[in-house]
């Protein structure tokens, strides 16, 4: 009964290091949908796409695994509604539903949740996981985007692909393997990391 209760109280995810119930929840979802307002200020046009370079898709995904499936969705939730009732917070300061690169952020919810839900059983604990389960965020969110952005720009799938997906491959490994370095360091330098 004592190794059932203490491997409850085990952190599932580096949020559940932090001490605190619903207050501290409360705090990491609207910390996660205001860093990931602030990364999208962080952002690079490209030529010829409306889709930018930007650092979203990053905090989209360290919330994830941060905070688990459910703190991540809500954040992200958070982040979309807000954004669509006019804060200023979508790339370059942006709101309201108008852009074509709405899906994207719609894709964040399901994503950070996905990330988180992987998280949760242990899907951030080595390098090798972690580049799984960021792999899998980051497809969801291009499953999300990239039809909206045919809709939005009447084209076609290869044309979306071209202008919402093909030029941000390489970032976005780069990304995944940043994360792939620090999530599974973090849980070492906490001393709670554990096989899941």
């Known amino acids: 009964m004592a190794t059932a209760h203490a491997a409850r109280r085990r952190p599932a995810v580096l949020g559940d290091l932090l001490p605190g119930s619903l207050a501290r929840d409360a705090a990491l979802v ?8 602030a990364a999208a200020q962080i952002a690079v046009p490209l030529p010829g796409t409306p889709v930018p370079v930007s650092g979203q898709t990053f905090a989209v ?16 939730a958070v982040y979309l509604l807000a954004g669509m009732a006019g804060m200023p917070w ?48 980051t497809a969801i969110m291009y499953a ?13 799938l290869g044309r979306a692909l071209d202008l919402g997906v093909t030029p941000f491959l390489a970032g976005d490994a780069l990304k995944v393997l940043l994360a ?10 906490t001393g709670a990391s554990r096989d899941r």
């Open 180 to 189: 792939a370095g620090l999530l599974p360091a973090a849980w070492k330098l």
């Open 30 to 37: 609207a910390g996660a949908a205001a860093l990931v307002g």
């Open 90 to 137: 979508f790339v370059d300061g942006a709101s309201g539903t108008g852009a074509p690169t709405l899906g994207y952020v719609i894709g964040f919810v399901v994503a950070a949740a996905a990330v988180g839900r992987l998280a949760e059983r242990g899907g951030d604990r080595t390098p090798a996981r972690t580049v799984g389960t960021m792999l899998a965020g």
């Open 144 to 156: 999300a985007g990239v039809p909206y952005l045919m809709a939005s720009l009447h084209v076609g």
């Open 61 to 76: 995904l360290l919330a994830g695994a941060a905070l688990g499936w459910g703190r991540a969705g809500l954040g992200m």
